[in-house]
Every structure is written in structure tokens, then in C-alpha cells.
């Protein structure tokens, strides 16, 4: 009788992870390879595809890469047609790419606003709608969204990516309520604040090596007092790309370190 480890296993199972050239994507590519999977990944630059394929080889994962701009259509169809020629059926989408922009909403273009609903929002609906309904023909599949602290919460400078966050929570929702009916599980992933080179600047240090306010900030909104790290998600990323979360869909599981569930102290209590 197969144990409940047999569960996570992703063996034989074709897994997508978009942006993965570095930061999040990186880290849930390597756990989804660890626990089996075939693993393909995408990044909008050639040098930094090509950078994280030696980064993977290096740590022992033979991960397929190429060059899709997760907002073009085509180049989406593109990849995905080779990617089924090469491997096969894609059985797992995690929806990583995203990007941020921190701007006053009022001094914000709208070619700026509409760069990050494209990659953070549009994204993942071309990349969803590109796999589904190869899922459909193999009898199932998963898809993983990037949901965010900020698909549930404001805060100044990030009303594009607030807004692409939180239709996200809500396309992951109505992929569940459409598809779930074949065996299609769609769930959102919801960091908290990871250290990856996308809040790098959050944590930068003053020129006299002061502490950068937000970076206190968050270690006192965090029980921890500790940001993320990538390795924290990997689990996670595994659980929900596997059977043993077939009957979980529609869910946004949030993994921040307690942030949503506390109010926060004096951050004057946090030491550098
Ligand atoms: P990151 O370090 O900025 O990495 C973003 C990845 O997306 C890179 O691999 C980047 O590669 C790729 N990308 C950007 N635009 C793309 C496009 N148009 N087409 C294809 N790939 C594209 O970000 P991260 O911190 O790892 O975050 C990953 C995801 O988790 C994002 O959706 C982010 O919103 C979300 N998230 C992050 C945090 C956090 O605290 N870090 C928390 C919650 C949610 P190229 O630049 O080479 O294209
Ligand atoms: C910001 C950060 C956050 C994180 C993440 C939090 O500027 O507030 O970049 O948005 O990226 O989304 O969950």
C-alpha cells in the first residue's frame, strides 16, 4: 500500500514554473525537481535563462529553459508547444513571474500600471488558459498562483501590484469554480516578505549602515522578526503541485511568518 509520502511525489509529472531565473521561481523549481517532477521554467531575458540553467546543473537538476515573455501570447504557445514536443503533457503551472513597481499612484503612468497588471495579472491568464486544456484530455492538473501579502492588503506606492494581486486571488477562485469539475485544483501561494532581489530594495541599508526603516517595519509586523526566505516556500510548492492537496482548491495559503494574523509591536523593540 503506497504511504502517505508517496502523495508529494511528483514523479512522472511535468511541472512549469514562469520567471524562475532567480528568487521564488528558482526555489520552487529546484523542490518541485527533488520531489520528481520534470521541470521546464521560463524567464523574459536570454543571458538569464542561460545563467539559471548552469545555476540549476550546478546543484544537481538538469532543468529545461528557454526565453517567453509570459505577457505575449504567442511566445507563450510557442513555449508551451515545445515543451509538450519535448516532455510531454504540462501537469503542474506555477504562475511566478511578477514584477513590482513602487510609485505613487498619482504619479504613475499608465503604461507603468499597465506593465505590472500584464506581467502580475494578464500573465497568468495566458499561461492558464494555454495549459488547461491539455490538463482537461490527461484527466487533471495543477495550477499555482503568486498571490501576495498585497492580495489582501494595501499600502502607499504599490497600487498596480495590489490590484494585480488581488484579481489574482480572484482568477485563482474562478479557475477552481470552472475547471474544478475536472480535476483541476487551483490554488494561490501567499508569501509574506521573502528575501529575494525583488524587496532587495526594501532592505537596503543607509549609506551609515543604518538599518532601512521598512526593513524594521516588517521584522516588527513579523512574530518571527525575521523576513522569508526561499527556502521557507519550497514545501508548500510542493504540497500543492502533488495529490496530496486534491481536494484543496480555491484556496490563497498564506505563508508569512504570522504577519496577517498580528498586529505588530514597537518596531524602537527591533535590534539590527
Ligand atoms: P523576482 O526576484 O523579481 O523574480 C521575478 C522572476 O520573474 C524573475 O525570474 C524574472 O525573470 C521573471 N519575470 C519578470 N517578468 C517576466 C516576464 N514578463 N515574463 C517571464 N518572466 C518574467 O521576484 P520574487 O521575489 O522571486 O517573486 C516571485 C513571485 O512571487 C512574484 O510574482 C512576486 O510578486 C511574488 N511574491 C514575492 C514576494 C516576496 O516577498 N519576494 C512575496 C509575495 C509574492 P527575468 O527578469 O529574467 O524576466
Ligand atoms: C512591497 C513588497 C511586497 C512583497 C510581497 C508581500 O513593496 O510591499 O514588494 O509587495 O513583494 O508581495 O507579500
Given at each position: ?21 532567480y528568487g521564488l521561481g528558482m526555489a520552487y523549481?529546484m523542490a ?64 511566478n513571474?511578477g514584477?513590482i ?45 503568486a498571490c501576495s501579502m498585497m492580495s489582501e492588503f ?11 494581486k ?22 494561490g501561494i501567499g508569501p509574506g516578505y521573502i528575501d529575494t532581489p525583488q524587496t532587495a530594495?526594501l532592505r ?10 521598512f526593513d524594521r517595519f516588517i521584522r516588527s509586523k513579523t512574530p518571527a522578526r525575521r523576513w522569508g526566505h526561499t527556502d521557507d516556500l519550497k514545501g508548500l510548492a ?14 490563497i495559503i498564506y505563508i508569512d511568518g504570522g504577519i496577517s494574523a498580528y498586529?505588530g ?5 527591533i535590534?539590527?
Amino acid at each position: 500500500m503506497a504511504g502517505i509520502l508517496d502523495s508529494f511525489s511528483l514523479n512522472g509529472k511535468v511541472a512549469w514554473v514562469t520567471g524562475a531565473s532567480y528568487g521564488l521561481g528558482m526555489a520552487y523549481a529546484m523542490a518541485l525537481a527533488e520531489a520528481g517532477a520534470t521541470v521546464v521554467f521560463n524567464s523574459s531575458n536570454a543571458e538569464r535563462v542561460q545563467k539559471a540553467i548552469s545555476e540549476y546543473k550546478a546543484a544537481g537538476f538538469d532543468i529545461y529553459g528557454a526565453v517567453c515573455d509570459v505577457t505575449k501570447e504567442d511566445e507563450v504557445a510557442s513555449f508551451v508547444a515545445d515543451v509538450e514536443k519535448r516532455f510531454g503533457t504540462i501537469n503542474i503551472l506555477i504562475n511566478n513571474a511578477g514584477i513590482i513597481k513602487r510609485i505613487p499612484m498619482t504619479e504613475m503612468t499608465l503604461a507603468e500600471w499597465e506593465d505590472v497588471i500584464n506581467v502580475d495579472l494578464t500573465g497568468p491568464f495566458i499561461c492558464s488558459k494555454a495549459v488547461i486544456p491539455a490538463m482537461i484530455k490527461a484527466g487533471g492538473g495543477k495550477i499555482i498562483n503568486a498571490c501576495s501579502m498585497m492580495s489582501e492588503f494595501g499600502r502607499e506606492t504599490v497600487s498596480a501590484y495590489a490590484s494585480a494581486k488581488g484579481g489574482l486571488k480572484m482568477l485563482t477562485r474562478n479557475i477552481c469554480s470552472e475547471y474544478g469539475r475536472y480535476n483541476i485544483q487551483c490554488n494561490g501561494i501567499g508569501p509574506g516578505y521573502i528575501d529575494t532581489p525583488q524587496t532587495a530594495p526594501l532592505r537596503q541599508r543607509g549609506a551609515d549602515g543604518s538599518m532601512n526603516p521598512f526593513d524594521r517595519f516588517i521584522r516588527s509586523k513579523t512574530p518571527a522578526r525575521r523576513w522569508g526566505h526561499t527556502d521557507d516556500l519550497k514545501g508548500l510548492a510542493v504540497f500543492l503541485a502533488s495529490n496530496s492537496s486534491d481536494f484543496v482548491n480555491g484556496q490563497i495559503i498564506y505563508i508569512d511568518g504570522g504577519i496577517s494574523a498580528y498586529i505588530g509591536q514597537d518596531p524602537s523593540n527591533i535590534e539590527d
